[in-house]
Nanobody, 115 residues
Framework: QVQLAESGGGLVQAGGSLTLSCVASGRTVIMSMGWYRQAPGKQRELVADINLSGRTNYGDAVKGRFTISRDNAKNTVSLQMNSLKPEDTAVYYC??????????WGQGTQVTVSS
């Protein structure tokens, strides 16, 4: 089992910045770490993920504004979000993938961007 602890959500004005963090504990041989988001009435979508070697992948909506990073020694993944827009408002979920495609999700953290 893997436990995920997310932090860093909140309310910010458009154009502002927030940083989300997620710490994994438990069985922490982790292949991929990432962030997804889900807005009301919409499907959950990829924000960004990063694999064990540091290769990153971003959703089209956040390219150039968000940066994902990972500290393997601390089993932590962070998401630096800049130039936030009202359409970035969503619940953001941390996801980790263990070997064998064993997937774990955090409970989510709310990000609200006011116009």
């Amino acid at each position: 089992q893997v436990q995920l602890a997310e932090s860093g959500g909140g309310l910010v004005q458009a154009g502002g910045s927030l940083t989300l963090s997620c710490v994994a504990s438990g069985r922490t041989v982790i292949m991929s770490m990432g962030w997804y988001r889900q807005a009301p009435g919409k499907q959950r979508e990829l924000v960004a993920d990063i694999n064990l070697s540091g290769r990153t992948n971003y959703g089209d909506a956040v390219k150039g504004r968000f940066t994902i990073s990972r500290d393997n020694a601390k089993n932590t993944v962070s998401l630096q979000m800049n130039s936030l827009k009202p359409e970035d408002t969503a619940v953001y979920y941390c996801q980790v993938v263990r070997p064998g495609y064993d997937v774990y999700w955090g409970q989510g953290t709310q990000v609200t961007v006011s116009s």
